[in-house]
């Protein structure tokens, strides 16, 4: 480092410190290596500082400071990061938030839950378990992954549920510039979003306004936009009974009109479909066993969790037997408790599903050390092709089709599902996975697959062919970062 650099970090050390205390500013080689990465297999690329904040002031200082000087600013949560969103492309600084760890509030009434940016999913499970409530939980999230991150990234909860489709209902947050907003119903006063709902009779719950639907502008821009310091987010009941029941299918074909169906008629909480791979991931006691276990397994099988609910559990759940029994009538297929391969496979999903993944390696990653992912939504009918269209051009690349996993998530009672195509990969071997994901997700949008995150090399395939709405988001970023503060370089921003 030239001398006159060495100045300039300097400084930006001590004014930063000025902000949030010397000891929780790092410049040593090791902790920047660390934060140069994530768990996705984007290139690493090192910060010039590591800055990690507690409390929403501090958020604010840093962020003033670094918009005044013109030094990048990418907020991260945590380092379980899927996407590379959390790895700096132009340096600067790494705004760390990870130790943010305040839950003030769980209102069970109407069931959300207020927390700050650092929660992970096991941190926030802990919490509502103590009052008889859960998260509205992704498909096995990793333990230490950030709620507001995983709220942010769009990932779809388990329930197909309307009223679960969209945790996030209000929050505070920091534009580039600085300065502090909040949304929705968290807008009507400045006092501690804790203390706003005795103070001003109000449930935090409404996320219109002010102005526009600000949550929609937020989730899914990698932190360009603003960094959120606390939400509020959806939470449900633990139901008194639930049960879960599997539908296994030879062809995928045959799985979508029982999958309509049983949505149609509002049967079961979580309700999602696998393939025998990724079943197996998940259901397989030692990772080396997944492969043999995937062929024991159907090839594709749907996972319905019958919910008792808080009244009448027993009769619901009688309800929803009798009814999933004659979907299974209707379309000549079958129902079971168990599996062949794993006889007490629906009790263990039953101690999974209400919480994050417990092991050492996280599910996906369990076949290989990584996993890639092709992530998009589509209606129900249309992954059938699209999954065709994946597998063939898989074999192309070289790739055993046999080692690929497939998740559909039905959303809004299968109005739409959010689907992943899974990779396993090598992580000193991935060259050849990374073109082939990169191609696959170029065939699939090319073939009516709607990629709604622009991650990994997706942005510029996506706002290529969404020319005018890319401008406006480029509009909006100039007004609301006119530096370019906030992660500059991601989403082409």
């Given at each position: 480092?030239?001398?006159?650099?060495?100045?300039?970090?300097?400084?930006?050390?001590?004014?930063?410190?000025?902000?949030?205390?010397?000891?929780?500013?790092?410049?040593?080689?090791?902790?920047?290596?660390?934060?140069?990465?994530?768990?996705?297999?984007?290139?690493?690329?090192?910060?010039?500082?590591?800055?990690?904040?507690?409390?929403?002031?501090?958020?604010?200082?840093?962020?003033?400071?670094?918009?005044?000087?013109?030094?990048?600013?990418?907020?991260?949560?945590?380092?379980?990061?899927?996407?590379?969103?959390?790895?700096?492309?132009?340096?600067?600084?790494?705004?760390?938030?990870?130790?943010?760890?305040?839950?003030?509030?769980?209102?069970?009434?109407?069931?959300?839950?207020?927390?700050?940016?650092?929660?992970?999913?096991?941190?926030?499970?802990?919490?509502?378990?103590?009052?008889?409530?859960?998260?509205?939980?992704?498909?096995?999230?990793?333990?230490?992954?950030?709620?507001?991150?995983?709220?942010?990234?769009?990932?779809?909860?388990?329930?197909?549920?309307?009223?679960?489709?969209?945790?996030?209902?209000?929050?505070?947050?920091?534009?580039?510039?600085?300065?502090?907003?909040?949304?929705?119903?968290?807008?009507?006063?400045?006092?501690?979003?804790?203390?706003?709902?005795?103070?001003?009779?109000?449930?935090?719950?409404?996320?219109g306004g002010p102005g526009i639907d600000w949550w929609r502008l937020l989730t899914g821009c990698q932190g360009t936009f603003g960094v959120i310091n606390i939400m509020n987010v959806k939470i449900f009941h633990k139901p008194l009974m639930q049960k879960i029941v599997f539908l296994p299918f030879d062809k995928i074909e045959d799985a979508i009109m029982p999958m309509y169906t049983i949505q149609r008629r509002e049967i079961g909480h979580e309700c999602f479909l696998l393939n025998g791979m990724d079943l197996a991931a998940i259901l397989a006691d030692d990772g080396q066993d997944i492969a043999a276990l995937s062929r024991q397994l159907p090839n594709f099988v749907i996972v319905l969790n019958l919910w008792g609910g808080q009244f009448f559990p027993e009769d619901r759940i009688a309800y929803e037997e009798k009814a999933i029994a004659d979907i299974c009538d209707q379309y000549k297929c079958s129902v079971t408790e168990g599996l062949s391969a794993v006889h007490d496979a629906n009790v263990k999903l039953q101690g999974m599903l209400n919480g994050p993944w417990q092991g050492d390696v996280y599910w996906k990653d369990r076949q290989k050390g990584a996993c890639l992912e092709i992530v998009f939504q589509n209606g129900l009918e249309k992954v059938p092709g699209l999954w065709n269209t994946f597998t063939k051009l898989a074999g192309d690349y070289g790739l055993d089709t046999r080692e690929l996993g497939m998740y559909i998530q039905p959303r809004q009672r299968c109005r739409v599902c959010h689907v992943e195509f899974h990779i396993p990969v090598d992580p000193e071997n991935a060259d050849n996975v990374k073109a082939f994901q990169r191609k696959a997700a170029e065939t699939l949008i090319n073939e009516g697959a709607f990629f709604y995150r622009p991650y990994y090399d997706w942005a510029d395939m996506i706002y290529a062919r969404a020319g005018y709405t890319f401008e406006t988001i480029k509009k909006l970023k100039n007004i609301i970062d006119p530096n370019h503060t906030l992660n500059p370089g991601k989403i082409l921003l």
């Open positions: 480092m030239s001398s006159a650099a060495a100045t300039t970090i300097n400084s930006i050390v001590e004014a930063l410190a000025g902000v949030v205390g010397s000891e929780n500013v790092h410049t040593d080689i090791e902790t920047l290596k660390r934060y140069s990465y994530d768990t996705s297999l984007m290139p690493a690329r090192m910060p010039d500082v590591v800055v990690r904040v507690m409390n929403r002031d501090e958020i604010m200082g840093v962020i003033k400071y670094a918009n005044a000087n013109r030094i990048p600013v990418v907020p991260r949560s945590s380092g379980t990061g899927t996407y590379g969103t959390g790895i700096p492309v132009q340096g600067g600084i790494i705004l760390d938030l990870s130790g943010m760890k305040r839950i003030p509030r769980v209102d069970t009434r109407n069931r959300w839950a207020l927390l700050e940016a650092g929660v992970t999913f096991g941190e926030l499970n802990e919490e509502l378990d103590k009052r008889g409530m859960q998260c509205l939980n992704t498909l096995l999230p990793r333990k230490d992954k950030s709620v507001i991150t995983s709220v942010l990234e769009r990932e779809p909860v388990l329930s197909c549920k309307t009223e679960c489709d969209e945790p996030f209902r209000t929050s505070e947050l920091v534009w580039g510039t600085g300065e502090m907003m909040r949304t929705g119903a968290m807008s009507v006063d400045a006092i501690p979003p804790e203390d706003m709902g005795a103070k001003t009779h109000s449930d935090l719950c409404g996320t």
